[in-house]
C-alpha cells in the first residue's frame, strides 16, 4: 500500500530533461559536452574563418593563385602527401579548394582528437570514480547506458557540424573573390559532414578499446591510428609499400570527396560510417559483458620498471617518475611529427625559391622567422600544429603535476616533516625536467633526420667564396682557391635571418656581380635551387661546415642571395 | 519464508588474485542480514556478483528468484545499492545527483526524497566535491534508499558517518524492514552488525565461515579476565577450573578466557589477596578470530 501511495507522488521525467539535463544518460552526457562543443566548433569555425580571410588576402587574383597551383603540383610527392593528402590537391585556386585541403591538417584532425578523448573517458571515467556503479544498477542495460552515451557524443558531433557548415557556408559569402570561390550550402554540409563523420571513426576505435585497453592506452592507439592512417595515406605516393595500409584509412577512402572543390563521393562516406557502426557495437558490446570497475579489464602485461626509475628517494624524483611515462610520450610523438616535416622541408624550400610572391607572402605571415629556409618551413610546421601537440602534451603534464591534490594524496605527502615549499618547488622542477625530456626527445626526432640528410647537401666550396677571392674577381667566373671561414662567420651563429648573409654583404654582392652560366652537376638534376647553387660556385656530395645556418637562404628574393646554402641546416 | 538472495557454490577468481570460492547463503525476505569480513576478504566482490556488476567464475547467484547474469535489469528494478567506495559527479550538486538516479529510475517519490535528505541533514545545494566524506556517504545513501526498494544492498554503509547519523540510518533500516523489505549489510564492525543485524555471514579470506543468527554468535562468546594479584599468581589453581583457557601470565597479573559460568573464577581468585579483578565481554569480532581465524587460514592455505 505504502509502495502505491509512493508511485502516486512519482513525477515523471520531462522530455527536455531527458534530451538535455538529467533526465537521463543521454541527457546528462549532452548536458556535460556543453562546453566541449562550444570549444570544438567554435575553434573550427574560426579557422575556417581565417583560412577564407587568408586566401582572400594572399591569392586575390588568378595570377597568385596560379603561382599557388604551380608552387603545390611541384612539391616532391612526400610533402605533398603529408600537407595535402594523397593525389594532387583539387581545385586549390579557388577558395573551397583551398580550404578543404587544409594546409595545416587543423581542421583534419582536431573533430579526431576531440571524439578520442571524450569516447575513451566517457565511461572509463565514470568506472574508475565509481560512479558508474551507481548508474549500472539502475533499470537501464548497460548496452543502453553505452548506446546513450554514443549518441549524446554523436548529437554533439552533429552539432558542431551544424556550426561548421554554416561557418564553411559564411566563409564563402564573406571572402569569395573570384568566380568559383563561392561555397553552396549543400558543398558546407558535405563538407562538414565528412569532418564529423572521420571525427567520428577515429573515436569509436577509442571507444571500441577502452574496455580492453583501458582510458589512455586506447586513446593512444586511437590517435596512433589517426595520424599514422594520415601519413601513411599521404606517403604512398612515395612509398608504394604504404599503399596496401593507406587503403585502410578513412583519409583514403575518402579522397575523393571534397564538396568544398566540387567533388562528392557520398558512398566512401557511408563506407566509413559503417566502420564506425561497427566499432561502436564492438565497443558497446564489450561494456555489456566485461566486468565492471575502476581496474576490471584486459590486463596487458607490462614490464615493470626498474625500482631505480621509481623515484622513491624524494619528492623530485617521485614527482618526475610520475611524469616521465607521459614526457617520452609525448616527446617521441612530436619528435615523430617533426622527423616527417623535416624530410620534406628542405624540398619545400626549394621550391619555394621558385615562386618569389608566395615565398613574399608567406614571408610577411611569418615575420618572425624565414619561411624560405629548411628550419622556417619546420618552425612554420609548427605554428600550424606541432604547438597544439606541445599543449596537449603540457596539459597532460599539469594534469599529472595536479593529480597530487585531485588524487587526494596531497594531505598526506603534506602531513610528511617537508614545508609545503619544498613540496611545491620539488613537483616544479620535476615538472621542467619533464619538459626537457620532451623537448630532447623531440630534438633527437627532429635532429636524427637532420643528420641523415647532411651528406647529401649542396654547400659552398669554402675556399671559392671568400671575399678576398672574390673581390677584384668580378665577372671573371669563380675564383677556384681556398679560404678558411673568418672568426667573424662564426660569431654571426644565432642572430635573426636578416643578420646571418655571412660573412656579409661584401661576399653577397661579389656573388651577384660574378654571376656565371652554370655547369652542369652530375648528382642533382636540374632545377633553380640547384642551379644557383651552382652559379654560386658550390658543389655537391660533401659534409659541409658546421657553422652554416639555414637563415642565410633567401632563396625567394631576388635582392638578398644567399651565401651560405644550408648543408647543415639548423632549427631557428 | 522466499529467499531473496540465494548463492550457489559462488566463486570468482582474479587471475592469480582471489576473489571469493564456493560461497554459499540465501537470505530471507524482511530480514537485516550482516555480511561481516575482515578488510579484502571477499565482501564487495560477493554484493556486486549478485548485481551483476562483475560476473563469477563460477556457481550462481539468484535475487528474487531471478539468476543475476540472466535478467540483471529485473533484479535492478527492485534494488537499492550503496557501494562501499564511491565518488559521484564533482559538478553537479546533491540535489541534481539524486534527480538524476531518481530519473534513470523513471522519477521516484519526492515526498519521500525530501524527507530522507532532512533526516540525514544533508544540504542538497552543494557541489558533490564540496561535501565532507560523511556527506557524501549521506548522499549515497540517499540514492540508495529513494525509490523504495525492495532488498537493500549496502557496502560498509556508516563509514564515515558520524554517530548521530548512524542512528537515524539505523532507524531507517528498521522502517523498511517494518514494510517488509530485506536489508544485506556488509561490514567490518561487528558491534554494527549485533545492533542491526537478525543474522549474520562471515567471510575469510574468500571463504564463507559462517551463517547463523546474531544470538547463536553471542554464545560463542567467552569472558576474557585479567587478575592482579598482591602476590605469587596461583596458576595451578585456574588451570583446574572448567571453561578457562588462554592463561597468560605477566609478573602478578594472569590472564585468561572463561568460556561458560565466571563463578568459579571468581570463587577462587576471593581466596587471593588482590588488586585488581577486570572482567569483560568480548566483541563478536574477538571472538570469532578467536574460534575461526587460525582455522580458515589453514583452510585458504590448503587451497592455493
Known sequence: MAAELSRANVVRVALVGRLFSLGSVFGKTVRDSRLAVVVVAGLLSLLLLVFGKFFAAAYPDAEARGQLTDLVASLPAALKGLTYGSGDPVKLDTLGGYISQDPGLLLKLIPGLWSILALSVTLAAEARRGSLDFVAVTPVSRRRIATQKLTAHAAAMTVVVAVVAVAAWLTGQAFARL????????????YAIWLGLTGLAAGSIAFALAPWLGRAAAAAVAGAVM?????????????????????????????????????????????????????????????????????ERIAVRIPGRPDATLGLRGPVGRSLAEFLPAALGWGAGIGIYGLLIAASSRSFADQLGKTPDIAAKLRSLFPTYDITTTGGVLQAAFMMFGFILACLAAATLVRIWASDETAGRLELLLSSPSTRARWAIASGLAV????????????????????????????????????????????????????????????????????????????????????????????????????????????????????????????????????????????? | MTAVIQTENLTKSYGAHRGIVEVDFAVERGEVFGFLGPNGAGKTTTIRILLDLIRPTGGKAY??????????????????????????????????????????????????????????????????????????????????????????????????????????????????????????????????????????????????????????????????????????????????????????????????????????????????????????????????????????????????
Not at chain 1, 568566380?179 to 558535405?190: F, K, N, Q, R, Y
Not at chain 1, 605516393?237 to 566540387?262: E, Q, Y
Not at chain 2, 529485473?74 to 534527480?99: N, S
Not at chain 2, 532532512?118 to 561535501?131: K, N, T, V
Request: aromatic residues 8%; hydrophobic residues 40%.
Open chain 1, 179 to 190: 568566380p568559383g570561390d563561392a561555397i553552396s550550402p549543400g558543398a558546407a554540409i558535405g
Open chain 2, 63 to 304: 535475487l528474487f528468484g531471478v539468476e543475476s547474469t540472466t535478467d540483471p535489469l529485473a533484479i535492478h528494478r527492485r534494488v537499492g545499492y550503496l557501494p562501499g567506495e564511491f565518488a559521484l559527479y564533482d559538478r553537479l550538486t546533491g540535489g541534481q545527483t539524486l534527480e538524476y538516479f531518481a530519473n534513470l529510475r523513471g522519477g521516484v517519490d519526492r515526498a519521500y526524497q525530501t524527507s530522507l535528505i532532512q533526516r540525514f541533514d544533508l544540504d542538497p545545494s552543494r557541489r558533490f566535491r564540496e561535501y565532507s566524506k560523511g556527506n557524501k556517504q549521506k548522499v549515497g545513501l540517499v540514492a540508495a534508499l529513494q525509490h523504495r526498494p525492495e532488498l537493500l544492498l549496502l557496502d560498509e554503509p556508516t563509514s564515515g558517518l558520524d554517530p548521530l547519523v548512524q542512528q537515524t540510518f539505523f532507524e531507517v533500516l528498521r522502517e523498511a524492514v517494518g514494510e517488509g523489505r530485506t536489508v544485506f549489510v556488509s561490514s567490518h564492525v561487528l558491534s554494527e552488525v549485533e545492533r542491526t543485524c537478525d543474522r549474520v555471514a562471515i567471510i575469510r579470506a574468500g571463504r564463507l565461515v559462517l551463517v547463523d543468527r546474531i544470538d547463536a554468535l553471542r554464545d560463542l562468546a567467552a569472558h576474557v579476565v585479567e587478575v592482579r594479584f598482591a602476590g605469587r599468581v596461583p596458576a595451578a589453581v585456574f588451570e583446574q577450573i572448567p571453561g578457562v583457557s588462554n592463561m597468560i601470565i605477566e609478573d602478578r597479573v594472569l590472564r585468561m578466557h572463561v568460556a561458560g559460568p565466571i563463578a568459579p573464577v571468581v570463587q577462587a581468585a576471593a581466596r587471593y589477596e588482590l588488586e585488581d579483578f577486570i572482567s569483560r565481554e568480548p566483541s563478536l569480532e574477538e571472538t570469532f578470530l578467536a574460534e575461526y581465524g587460525q582455522e580458515v587460514v589453514e583452510m585458504a592455505g590448503r587451497g592455493r
Open chain 1, 227 to 295: 595520424f599514422g592512417g594520415y601519413i601513411v595515406n599521404g606517403y604512398q605516393a612515395s612509398f608504394p609499400n604504404f599503399s596496401k595500409v593507406a587503403n585502410l584509412t578513412w583519409f583514403s577512402w575518402t579522397a575523393d570527396h571534397n564538396p568544398l572543390a566540387g567533388e562528392y563521393d557520398w558512398q566512401s562516406l557511408a563506407l566509413v560510417a559503417a566502420v564506425t557502426v561497427v566499432f561502436f557495437a564492438a565497443g558497446v558490446e564489450a561494456f555489456a559483458r566485461r566486468d565492471l570497475g575502476p581496474e
Open chain 1, 432 to 572: 621542467y625536467v619533464a619538459i626537457a625530456v620532451v623537448t630532447l626527445v623531440t630534438a633527437m626526432g627532429i635532429g636524427d633526420r637532420r643528420g641523415g640528410r647532411r651528406r647529401r647537401r649542396c654547400r659552398p666550396r669554402r675556399r671559392d667564396t671568400h671575399p678576398r677571392r672574390l673581390r677584384g674577381r668580378p665577372g671573371r667566373g669563380w675564383p677556384r682557391r681556398g679560404w678558411a671561414h673568418p672568426p667573424s662567420a662564426r660569431r654571426h651563429r644565432g642572430r635573426r635571418a636578416g643578420d646571418r648573409d655571412l660573412p656579409g654583404g661584401r661576399a653577397r654582392r661579389a656573388a651577384q656581380a660574378a654571376r656565371v652560366d652554370p655547369p652542369p652537376c652530375p648528382d642533382h638534376p636540374p632545377g633553380a635551387a640547384h642551379g644557383r647553387n651552382v652559379e654560386l660556385g658550390w658543389d655537391c656530395g660533401q659534409p659541409g661546415p658546421r657553422t652554416r645556418r639555414s637563415g642565410t637562404r633567401r632563396l625567394g628574393d631576388a635582392t638578398s642571395r644567399p651565401f651560405a646554402l644550408g648543408p647543415a641546416t639548423e632549427l631557428p
